[in-house]
């Protein structure tokens, strides 16, 4: 959208009226939804009501329809639930109760809604634009209102916002609430594993997923549970006696001393029958003899902060939301705001629902292999990789080829999970797989030791690098390196790491016209907080980094409660590279995030203060400004802390925090988990592929650009990119790409600070159609 399309927007936006409401389940994430639905609104000129009570509240009107303000949604990003309340209504089912619902948005001049709920409230808001014009005219003919008012109301614009911690929407890759349910599913399972550990304990876990098993299964991989039960995949006959062979197995050669297993609470067998935790404990028990408890996780996953990710989410299909209000028409069919990669898309509602329907169609009918495939190419390709790393052990026949797998850089919260993967997708494709330790220097001195299938047990939740990483680059140890290579006749490298694990492997694809030895497959797999290696839109660790800095952000905030007017300057790491303080000021709601890639004056710096100043003489009570460790050579984070000290006098006082390594710290979060383990899997299966095609004369030669590759998801498709090709959009001065797809963010970010921005830079929405090739895709969540 260019600056002249924005002011066209606002000034056809001017005096026009909207309403957001929250319908059905709550899902964490829909405050932020709220909060950016209402400010966009505002910001674009339009009149913007609040909805309380969901439906109900449409139903009943009254004080439960409400004007909002800037203020109205001030300090509840942070928050679970939804504050404007969801209930669920039986009168709007019924024509009387949507001939009330439409009386009292016509009263109010409003004619554009923004609904945030499931499918069947999203169901429920087309149902009612559908009806729209019949039920203006009973309105009309029971004289609640006058004719000259329908014509002025006569047409209704909708669009949805799709709010479920199932997960189970089509056409979307992730639904408001998702990723929050999956924090507070780790945040319980991995509590329970250290118990399970003392004790030697069995648990059976149930988690939410009548009819969806996305939150059992993406969280059993996340865990590395031991066996998972889904409502799309039945177990086979005979699965009693498989399960416990499995459990069986896994202490007396794997080495553990527990189990864990994940329940969907809609979990069925082949013909239909329901399988409780109840009855899989009795089992273990009866079966094994192992001391088995169960856990019920109920509600517990709708509640809590929301992660990142959702605020992040919401924020962005929020702002989308209203534009495509606003850019309705009567003849626009109503949509769904979804998210396709990392870019909002707009979905035809009726599309999403009709797809939605054809999976619980296909499970109804038994067709479950189809069932998985409708839920889309993620949840397929989760379930698959679920299975070869839980399920299979490696071969009998060894295969002719050896893999080296090492950290490189600084640690990050996703490598270990990476390394499980790797480790036993290799061994079961037969090839023998070695760990290195510290990186390339361990490779040089031959810290070379075989990894088994046992070695990996419990990585996946384990923070940093439990390989040991170090920065040091290759160049200046490649004859030693190639000593290494040669004493354990690797056949392929897989590099897990950042910036330094990306340059690396630059440096040894170059030294390959000196050394034959170099001339193998390698592949590195992004890992970095900062979020800075080419070919990717997103690394293994820095969505944990983004929720560290965030939650720490949460409770900056927090801790001013009592203190009035407050401004808290908050740095954070990232080298160069401002995703980090990006993302992280988005999620918290920051007044500003200053980063190199933005670059900014003392005059910019200046009227910021200002801004906040006059903000601080309202309503406002507490700031919140980012910076970027390297955002400015000058403007440092003391420098900015005392500008805003000095003048902000008599208005608010200043604060520092340096959040430092805490970021680089903590359990991996479930998505750096899933998206580590499925990197993990896919790079071996490249390299197996690559080993092959290049195997000539009993050995390996691979010297082609594409035998040296990055591994990323790009939008939405996991793509292998030759190192080769990435040295010419690469800024190497500076650590990161030339080009960062997430800066067309910051409009936004700004935008919902209040700042008076040209949104120049903001791309709108496509329309995307929901088939069954579209939700074929894998999109790496």
């Not at 013909?271 to 009866?286: A, E, H, M, R, T």
């Not at 944990?544 to 401004?567: L, P």
């Not at 009570?621 to 420098?639: A, I, M, P």
Request: proline share 3%; with cysteine; glycine share 10%.
């Amino acid at each position: 959208m260019s600056l002249m399309d924005l002011e066209k927007l606002k000034m056809t936006c001017a005096g026009r009226a909207m309403a957001v409401l929250t319908s059905g389940g709550d899902a964490q994430g829909m405050n932020a939804a709220v909060r950016a639905v209402t400010r966009m609104g505002i910001y674009v000129g339009a009149k913007v009501y609040l909805i309380h009570e969901g439906y109900q509240g449409l139903v009943d009107g009254g004080d439960n329809i409400k004007l909002a303000n800037w203020h109205s949604v001030t300090n509840i990003i942070q928050l679970g639930g939804t504050v404007i309340g969801s209930a669920r209504c039986k009168a709007f089912m019924t024509r009387e109760g949507r001939v009330s619902a439409a009386f009292n948005l016509v009263k109010k001049g409003i004619t554009n809604l923004c609904v945030c709920g499931g499918d069947g409230s999203l169901t429920g808001a087309n149902i009612f634009r559908n009806e729209w014009s019949d039920l203006l005219d009973e309105l009309v003919k029971k004289g609640r209102i006058t004719d000259t008012m329908a014509k002025k109301h006569y047409n209704l614009n909708i669009v949805g916002l799709v709010g479920s911690i199932d997960n189970d929407f089509c056409g979307t890759d992730m639904t408001i609430g998702a990723d929050s349910a999956l924090h507070r599913i780790m945040e319980i399972i991995d509590a329970i594993m250290t118990t399970a550990q003392s004790h030697q304990r069995a648990f059976v876990l149930e988690v939410m997923g009548r009819h969806c098993g996305y939150l059992a299964l993406v969280s059993a991989l996340a865990s590395g549970a031991d066996w998972v039960f889904i409502p799309e995949a039945p177990p086979q006959e005979g699965w009693e006696d498989n399960m416990c062979a499995r459990l069986e197995g896994s202490r007396t050669s794997g080495g553990s001393r527990m189990n864990i297993i994940i329940v969907a609470e809609g979990a069925i067998d082949g013909n239909g029958k329901p399988i409780s935790s109840n009855y899989i404990k009795d089992l273990v028990q009866k079966r094994l003899g192992y001391d088995t408890r169960v856990t019920v996780l109920g509600h517990v996953q709708r509640g809590g902060i929301p992660s990142a990710f959702d605020r992040i989410l919401s924020s962005i299909l929020g702002v989308e939301a209203v534009v495509t209000l606003m850019e309705a028409t009567p003849e626009t069919p109503a949509c769904v705001i979804g998210l396709s990669g990392n870019q909002a898309v707009r979905l035809p509602l009726v599309e999403c629902v009709e797809m939605t329907k054809l999976v619980q169609t296909a499970m109804n009918e038994k067709r479950f292999d189809e069932a998985i495939k409708l839920r889309g190419g993620s949840f397929e390709s989760n379930w698959n990789i679920y299975k070869s790393l839980a399920f299979l052990r490696p071969p009998q026949s060894k295969s002719n080829f050896s893999l080296a797998i090492l950290n490189v850089g600084a640690p990050a919260a996703g490598m270990n999970a990476a390394v499980r993967s790797a480790v036993r997708s290799g061994l079961s494709r037969g090839h023998k797989v070695y760990g290195v330790n510290d990186g390339f220097l361990g490779l040089a001195d031959g810290a070379v030791f075989e990894m088994e299938w046992h070695s990996v047990a419990g990585w996946t939740g384990q923070g940093s690098s439990l390989l040991g990483t170090k920065r040091t680059l290759p160049n200046s140890h490649l004859e030693k390196i190639v000593e290494t290579i040669n004493k354990f006749e690797i056949s392929a490298l897989l590099v897990i790491g950042g910036f330094e694990a990306y340059q690396g492997m630059l440096e040894i694809y170059e030294a390959r016209t000196h050394y034959d030895e170099l001339c193998i497959p390698m592949v590195v797999i992004p890992a970095t907080i900062s979020n800075n290696v080419p070919g990717t839109f997103f690394s293994v660790g820095t969505d944990t980094a983004v929720n560290c800095a965030m939650e720490s952000c949460d409770k900056i905030k927090q801790s001013a409660s009592g203190t009035k007017r407050r401004v808290f300057v908050v740095e954070t790491m990232g080298g160069y590279c401002g995703y980090l303080a990006s993302a992280t000021g988005i999620a918290v709601g920051a007044d500003a995030a200053y980063i190199f890639e933005d670059p900014f004056n003392i005059h910019d710096l200046k009227t910021n203060v200002e801004h906040l100043s006059e903000k601080m003489k309202k309503d406002v009570q507490r700031g919140l400004v980012l910076r970027n460790e390297k955002c400015h050579e000058n403007y440092t984070t003391d420098f900015i802390h005392k500008l805003y000290s000095s003048e902000g006098k008599g208005i608010f006082d200043c604060r520092v925090n340096v959040l430092g390594h805490l970021q680089q710290g903590g359990a991996p979060s479930p998505f750096d988990r899933n998206f580590g383990t499925k990197l993990g899997v896919k790079a071996i299966e490249w390299l197996s592929e690559k080993l092959t095609e290049n195997y000539r004369q009993g050995r390996v030669f691979a010297n082609s650009p594409e035998t040296a590759c990055v591994i990323g998801l790009n939008r939405k498709v996991v793509s292998f990119t030759p190192v080769t090709e990435l040295k010419e959009i690469t800024d190497f001065e500076h650590r990161m790409p030339k080009v960062e797809w997430w800066l067309k963010l910051r409009p936004m970010l700004k935008m919902l600070a209040k700042y008076q921005t040209s949104f120049n830079e903001y791309v709108p929405g496509e329309i995307e159609h929901v088939t069954r090739h579209s939700i074929s895709i894998d999109s790496g969540f």
